[in-house]
């Protein structure tokens, strides 16, 4: 690996457990002071050994470890390492957060029923969030304003705090996911009463929808869309608190 290089998942878990030689170390070192995108990757492994671990025990005494470790043997190289149970969770939380909804190496996430798209498969790992998911992701201004401009880039809309600001939520984070080929923006947010809620918005062809509800694994939804975006809200925050947020919203960002 380069500096120029963009370290796999895999390769920050080792960095985190302190399993890399200190010339890999130095370089990951000195690519996360330079890259905002790379802290954050990094910022939701850290988290992600805590507050998934939970939500991830049953689906690990299911998954396919034999597979996996079959896999990891027919690779050429003969140092192919064993998949301990904690690199597996953490893995496994790794994908999550990324946003990896199908069946990745070795695991098969929940899939929607067919035909209810990217809401769907939002609420299905949205489920999954703690307070704690997010509660020690950074609260450096000048990090949040690097994620929202990363993202707003790759989503074709501008982003700034105060544009996507939702009252009585605390901002965390900003990242881009992938639905089946469609970018997501996913904004995080935590709210003190309510828990974790969610921003997504992915570029639409439809035109301009007015804000509509609906219900989705326990949790309240709003969306809407533009005439270039589709918005969608989800918490476990009442209706008329997730409709006000989804105004501010609307009367904020470009149309």
Not at 1 to 20: C, I, K, Q
Not at 116 to 128: D, F, H, I, K, N
Not at 215 to 225: E, H, L
Request: with cysteine; proline share 7%.
């Amino acid at each position: 690996m380069t500096l120029t290089d963009a370290p796999s998942d895999e390769l920050l878990v080792a960095y985190l457990d302190g399993e890399l030689d200190a010339l890999q170390h130095q370089l990951i070192t000195d690519r996360l002071s330079v890259d905002p995108a790379l802290a954050t990757r990094l910022e939701a492994l850290q988290v992600a050994d805590l507050p998934f671990k939970a939500a991830f025990d049953s689906l690990l005494d299911q998954a396919p470890t034999e597979r996996l470790q079959a896999m990891l043997k027919s690779q050429p190289s003969a140092q192919a390492p064993a998949l301990s149970r904690r690199r597996f969770l953490a893995m496994a939380a790794g994908f999550a957060v990324a946003g990896v909804i199908t069946d990745r190496l070795f695991m098969r996430w929940p899939r929607p029923e067919p035909g209810q798209g990217w809401r769907a498969s939002v609420a299905e790992y949205m489920a999954l969030y703690t307070p704690q998911t997010l509660e020690n992701l950074s609260a450096d201004p000048a990090s949040h304003v690097a994620q929202l401009s990363s993202v707003g880039a790759q989503l074709g809309l501008p982003l700034s705090p105060a544009a996507v600001n939702l009252p009585g939520a605390e901002f965390r984070r900003a990242q881009i996911l992938d639905y089946d080929g469609a970018l997501i923006g996913q904004l995080t947010y935590l709210d003190p009463l309510h828990g974790p809620l969610a921003l997504c918005i992915t570029a639409v062809r439809k035109g301009a929808q007015p804000i509509a509800t609906e219900q989705r694994r326990g949790m309240n939804v709003v969306y809407w869309a533009s005439a270039t975006h589709g918005f969608m809200l989800i918490g476990r925050n009442p209706f008329e608190a997730l409709q006000r947020m989804a105004r501010s919203v609307e009367n904020t960002l470009p149309a």
